[in-house]
């Protein structure tokens, strides 16, 4: 899917449908009221007929038999006073979602007036939007029932500044990208996305992007110390990998971001079994590793001014014959040993060691996002991830960079109770604290493996796949947590206009 500018103004282009935004509870204006007067009312009486209500992504067609661009298809941005640039991702994403579906290959779509001044961060989500919106779960069907046939998307310029247009293209398409290849990965079934396999597609991602790789095979990861990681692969039949890929965007400085990722490629519970019931889930148990892999690709094209590492041990979490056992005892990286009373939680046994090799690789600051506990979907539902954290200022940094990118970040706290209900009779941690606060024991035993850098904690258990669709997003994999990651990068690169707030504006200034 291609994102591109067009200089031709919206009446005369030559596509297979013009797309148009207008607000539901505001007139008709700007490209909508142009082509509506052009049309003859046909909007305005749809919209006054009530045929829909208004809501972000709700749509009306209609045909334009004589027009240069056949049909129209007005979107809802829903209530004026409360638009954020992140809607229009989900506007364009509406938009090519309904049109590629009904076999419409190209369309030109129109910004608000509100994209003034803020050209580059509108363009951004408008491509992220489109891009994401043609993703379908498909992938395997030898006839799909739903294919969308969506290859280009231009943006009408209008008067609005071309460089800056030109600037959130290139960003959003970047974006959208990561966004789409984190969700392959995660929605490709175990049987195909074995840690072999995400290490291939890692490799592929930094070949492509120029990126440094470096993966790790078992023997090395034990070299390392890592007992904690491999006790998970124990139980499998198939190879661990040790996931390291480095963007190296400011060589002169000694900061480095670290982003570690859960790669669980299939998390049966091992020897502490799961229930059969939505087990099949747990293929998305990678989502974590798939994002910050993704993301590289993002930041490899934006070019930030920063050193980031990205970290994804790679296993399947399987019973067996060797498999670790509950009450055994492992050793992280670190010297810290780990009573293992729950092989199910397995993803902090993993990430301890993630977080260790960020650590001796001399990461500054780390992130880890992580589907790590069922709790944090008791907890948020599908409806935010969770962020802790050691650090306030950084917290602070990265929800304030999150929070224009549409994906919801909610911070619980730490307390020191929770370290404390990690501590093992036999050991120096065990992996499970008890039901109470079941993400926040859990983020607790991962403090235990970061020293005093600065670090967050992202659980996306609930946010990472959903299990219904909207106008602009299939089912499925979401690629939380790309977008805010990307922006996260921007923000410590001090280049965070693009993705935050628009051209040179600072976040403060959107009615957010
Ligand atoms: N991968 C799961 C967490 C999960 C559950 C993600 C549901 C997405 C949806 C994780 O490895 C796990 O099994 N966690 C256990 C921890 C418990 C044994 C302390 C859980 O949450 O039940
Ligand atoms: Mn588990
Ligand atoms: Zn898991």
Known sequence: MQVRLTHDAA??????????????????????????????????????????????????LVYAKDEPYHRVLAVSLGECARFEPSFLARYAGSAVRFLGRRNVEQIAIALPSQAQGREAACASFLSEGAITGVFETTLYQEKPDRRNAMTEVAIIAGDLNQAELERGIARGTALGNAVNLARRLAITPANLMTPTRLAEEAVKVAEQNGLEIDVLDEARASREGMGSFLSVARGSAQPPKFIVMRYNGDPSSK?????????????????????????????????GGAGVIAVMSAIAKVKPK???????????????????????????????????????????????????????????????????????????????????????AFVAQFLAAAKPTGERYWQMPYYEDYTNAMKSDIADLKNTGGRPAGTLTAAAFLREFVDKTPWIHLDIAGTAYLEN????????????????????????????????????????????
């Open 306 to 392: 920063l050193n980031v590492v990205a970290i994804v041990p790679a296993t399947e979490n399987m019973p067996g014959g060797k498999a670790t056992k509950p009450g055994d005892i492992v050793t992280a990286m670190n010297g810290k040993t780990i009573e293992v009373i729950n092989t199910d939680a397995e993803g902090r046994l993993i990430l301890a060691d993630g977080l260790c090799y960020a650590n001796k690789l001399g990461a500054t600051k780390v992130v880890d996002a992580a589907t790590l506990t069922g709790a944090c979907v008791i907890a948020l539902g599908h409806a935010s991830s969770a962020a802790v954290t050691n650090d306030e």
């Open 255 to 287: 900061e480095l971001l670290a982003l570690v990722g859960k790669g669980i490629t299939f998390d049966t519970g091992g020897i502490s079994i799961k229930p059969a019931e939505r087990m099949e889930d747990m293929k998305y148990d990678m989502s």
């Open 11 to 60: 009446g005369h282009i030559q596509t297979g449908a013009l797309v148009v935004p207008f607000f539901s509870d505001t007139a008709l204006d700007g490209a909508a009221k142009e082509i509506d007067d052009k049309l003859g009312g046909v909007i305005a009486d749809a919209l006054a007929a009530k045929e829909i209500q208004g809501r972000l992504g709700e749509h009306v």
């Open 469 to 512: 669709e909207s106008p602009w997003q299939a089912k499925g994999p979401t690629g939380t947590p790309v977008r805010a990651l990307l922006s996260l990068v921007e923000s410590l690169a001090g280049q965070a206009d693009v993705g935050v707030s628009g051209n040179g504006a600072r976040s403060a200034e959107l009615k957010v």
